[in-house]
């Protein structure tokens, strides 16, 4: 494989169970990790080996499933009703392309399988010249796990289901189980779907039957035991779930620190597996990357920090408490603490916004500084524009939204609304406390509030 | 037991003592564990398992103990002064009813212990008809507990406080100690009471000294040495105090990851003992939910999150950073990120509080928006109103609190000030930047905002 | 040592290093460990045994390190350009006192080291009258590490760098290895550093070249083999400094845990070392302590606190998400949740400030209420005031900044401006909505807002 393309090769990844044990009304395979589908993960690893033919079989609410991957360039087969793991594979069989040498096939809950395991999966089939390749591991306890049954040479006889085992003890005591994951020669695979019949305990078409097949009809079987056991175990619980993510975390944060990122606190620190930062970046903890999110060099970060598809410059600062969303920070810009940046907030070169800040859809020009209690949304505002403490933008009457414009040098003071569509010219002021409802002329001051009068107090109360 | 009433038990809680090593002017029992005192967590392992007649025994701030606990239905005897364990229960023994076959001896400051412990201990004493059973461990260190002494044949001769041992080193060498619950025959224990003399070493009375005189008596004395040591001794540090919040946290989260509920982070996720849970329900790391609070299905709470004794209905989103405390969340309604609802607020089917809102005392009735820096407080805000950014109800007047009411279907411009009592009525239009002192009728439009006025700037500076 | 001074030692710590594997910009010194540069820890550590002779080898950025250390009492020296630690030495050597005994040399990245650690290496020294005394570790895999080569009679032949010892396998098998912390006889170091040369291997002057010396010239050459070997290695990556982070803050914790601190999960609370902390005061997680911070006694804080540089009386409540600069705040007082007080706010006894409030600058007298979405900056208001919600101090004209005082028991309606300079006197009362220009006379009322007028709704949109 080594990252080249590879025609022949189709990997198929079972994705139509409903996952009993996660107790949940939504498919398995979408459960996120660190904000992504934990079935992206294999697509991702899948990828990065070459393997771009991907063949994902649907079942349990397929269309969520199929919604939710929909422009990774993955093809997709349902399987409907889902008849045990043989019976998705005859369906999936059915799109795999005539000139295709080698199937592979492997399970959409398992996110954290490495390349390497993969790959040596697939260099051992191509080497025996197997009509079927099984990666195994060990376990102290099988559990309910497919028991890999060798002869006396070492040679793997069957596949056998725990749930079918229950009279055969010798069976169950095998520590050596089936993680799932399979090189199939093409042509075998194709011929001997046909024989699959299901079994009688379960009513299930097992896809591990091709292995005692394979050996009845003297084909090469091959096992491959992986040591990298904790990564090749499906996903079944929550608790699971959560056990992978921390493996996950740590992973990605260990690649972090070692480009040169400073983690204060990894064990708290979830950064999904799309984002890329800056050497010299410190990010503090609690803090939370998604996404297509990409950081410069040189940022502080957090803690307490939300960001996701967002692209921060070098020398940014976010301070404590921010939420980002699809914005753009550019170099020297700053928030927070406590800044919420709503999607399409575009930052540049060192504008700045304080605490209990709200931006959305709005571009600030360099040197911009909007520090308190304010509500930008909608806006264009100008170079070096002070933004006072307590301005808000009148964006919406009720049925429409309207742009605010306030031109470069311009002075906003504190408690003022800007009622839109409205624009305030380039190095005009506006007084505290007024409500701006018509256009201010470039340099000149508008002011838009009572007169100050001073009265006896009446009895309250 | 099995849950079933039985009145001839009583338990006795020993929760007299100051607890020296915390370092605390709070009494020990009171210190708490996910938002609960850590005496509560061994009330409910009773109560859970029938018993009813609880008696806790009180002392160092006897009153502050009481009062935590009041409303539990639990029965108080205070011991003043503390001469020792044997003295508490000599006090405690007076309360206790005539016809009660078994007393329970358990300790205030072992939160841990599992029901199942409690029934094995109670279940032996009963089998055995002892007339006193104790619960025992083994520790690589027995350090400062009592050491459980055992003849040839494994019976126990007597429990000697490590103090009292120090010129006994075969005494110090013994691993099984004593965890401080016990099982007695009232009969013998009422009798034997009256036979304990204080220790000459520390001049306390012990409890324990009735293990040698059952023996003496050549009364049955049963000694059940259980395995689950980690969660049978008490806090006596703030470290461990710690340590027990860790292993609680982690109890509860898998409980509820096991029946459905996505916890990114368990490790940071803090759920109280009383608080349900619905499933598909996602919770962000960094997230508090305490006292009796119940979440329903598929909901997204945090990160960041603090709940305390609030109802939240299906589908609610709480985003990051919110503080919820005794509110309402109906169906589909979503606050944060940022948002502060105080006590009494009522959000009712799709209602919706955004970043650097505060409600208090207040129904939003299905529907409205307040999505920006807003307070909310005595307000009663009728289906689908808008609230527009920066709007405060002013309730307060230096002295009493006043009601704001806006009807159905009103719009709220950005930055007005609502001076309660008012009324804004139904469909009414205020407009932005207003202070509203007086009613608007339904369907009018109410300014009150002074006029824009362009000037020259004055030289400034 | 014993914590007195002693002019005869004088403390060289190794700092000119850049610490390629951080992959850093920044000089490896002064990455921080809880807010702290990790040379700094070293320093106090040495400083607490009592040496106050320091003098600290820069190199790489010394600008940098110099400025970040300026105001400890440190002496430094240039090595400019930097060849190894044996030219550091000669470097530093020329600015050691001639009456100094014994020079100790320490690398500026093992900010773990315990005193007892460097005193003992010291003690050793002494004792023995050697001309080196070197502090060595067991590893179970020497890695980079310089190994140490002792005879078979356990004596110290000589100390070989890893890189080296390429083609001496026996020597890269010894598990033994150099810490890079020694102490040498003043006389044999300046002496014996005219020997030194390059190595044909890497060109670097090596300290460890000292030791073989001294074997040959048959001085005093010991080992002292220290056990603690995690705190004795220096930090050469961000997953080292990560990892160096946690074992300070357990470390810490547990120090503030045994005095009488409840830390409610120490794994997320993060308290620098120079912070101080009253008992039965209570650390909620995600909470961040720096700088010069003292904590009273009873206090609450957290969850999400961070807290620098400032002071907080007994009994203060800070609640969720504040964060604190360089302010006090007198016993009682109270913050949060999501308060922000910026550098030099001072709120006195029971003073309090609420959500969204930010505070810069101001003070607060006794009893000041200010719980809702405010700005004050600037500003001096007196006792029992009550500040309403969305107050915004406008201390800013564009140019400069001005103060706003408001004197005992006045009231602030909600959502007023109080353009600066001004005074709101005594017991005055400014009504919801105000616009403030003018000085308000104590005991009058003042109103600056415009009339309500009511009108048709014109059809929007």
Redesign the interface.
Known sequence: MTKKRDRRITAIILAAGQGTR?????PKVL?TILGRPMIAYLVDTLKNLGIDDILVVVGYQAEKVMAALRGDGLRFVVQEPQLGTGHAVQVAMTAVPVDVETVMVLCGDVPLIAGDSVECLYRLHQEKGAAVTVQTVELVDGAHYGRVVRDEQGRVLEVVQAKDAKDRPEVLAIKEINTGAYCFAAAFLRAALRELTPSPVTQEIYLTDLISLARRQGQGVEALRDADWPNLLGIN???E??AA??ILKRRLN?QH????????????T?IGPLVTIG??TVIY??T?LEGHTSVGE?CLIG??V?ISDSVLGDQVVV???C?ITESRLAEGAQAG??S?LRPLSDLREGAKV???V?VKKSTLHPGVKAN????LGDAVIGPGV?V???T???N?????KYQTTIEAGA?I?????L?APVTVGEKA?V????????D??P????????????????K??
Chains 1, 2, 3 share one sequence.
């Open positions: 996660m107790k949940s009304s939504h459960h619980s929550r608790a779930l959560a993510t921390q260990a620190m070692a480009a040169g990122v400073t983690l204060v606190d990894p064990e708290t979830y050497r010299d903890p609690n939370y040189g803690p307490n939300w301070k404590m408490g939420v603490p406590y919420h304080g605490n209990f709200e308190h209690l304010t509500y002070n006072g403490a307590g808000i933008t009148c919406y009457d009720g049925v429409k002075f003071g504190s408690n003022t609304a009622v002021y007084g505290a406390g007024s409500t701006i409802t018509e201010v002329p340099g000149k001051l508008a002011i838009a509030r009572g007169r100050q009068v001073i009265k006896e107090i009446k309250r109360g």
